[in-house]
């Protein structure tokens, strides 16, 4: 899996939109996702985890939605992701999309979600959906794409501190 392109909304620290283009760092072959504590490293990591698996890289916040929207997003912003990777000559695009309105934090239910998985063939310039409406759809696309489980992914891309 190569990472191309990470787009969050409204996601953890990212009040607005945030994007991460992985293209620019293509030139040594290989990167480091680095930096000081709070600097948001885990939070990339958690966004593409989530993208990828519809949960974050800790037991921590698991699947508990409301434990990644941006607490100073207005309710009127969704919560989103976009993770796009290339696995060989093929593109994969997954999205996360939901609305839980920081006004209702009494409310444990997610609204209007939206998940999908695309993918973009070497010989177009168009998106195809492989999976779209299950979340728990997205993750086998992803289990079967990539070929780990969220458990197998977490332990290869996060080292832990200390």
């Known amino acids: 899996m190569k990472p191309i392109y990470l787009k969050m909304t409204a996601f953890a620290s990212y009040c607005a939109t945030a994007e991460v283009d992985f293209t620019r760092l293509y030139e040594n072959g290989i990167f480091l996702i680095t930096g000081k504590t709070g600097g948001g490293k885990t939070t990339i990591l958690d966004a593409i985890c989530t993208a990828l698996y519809g949960e974050a890289t800790g037991r921590v916040r698991g699947d508990n939605w409301r434990q990644f929207r941006c607490i100073d997003a207005p ?88």
Not at 120 to 131: G, L, N
């Open 75 to 162: 309710d009127s912003r969704d919560t989103e992701i976009e993770y796009v990777f290339s696995v060989g000559e093929t593109k994969y695009k997954f999205y996360r999309r939901w609305h839980m309105p920081n006004s209702r934090k009494d409310s444990p239910e997610l609204k209007d979600a939206e998940d999908y998985c695309q993918l973009q063939r070497p010989d177009s310039d168009s998106w195809e959906t492989i999976v779209s409406g299950s979340a728990t759809g997205v993750r086998n696309a992803a289990e079967k794409i990539i070929g780990l489980t969220h458990d197998q992914f977490i332990k290869l891309i996060m080292l832990p501190q200390g």
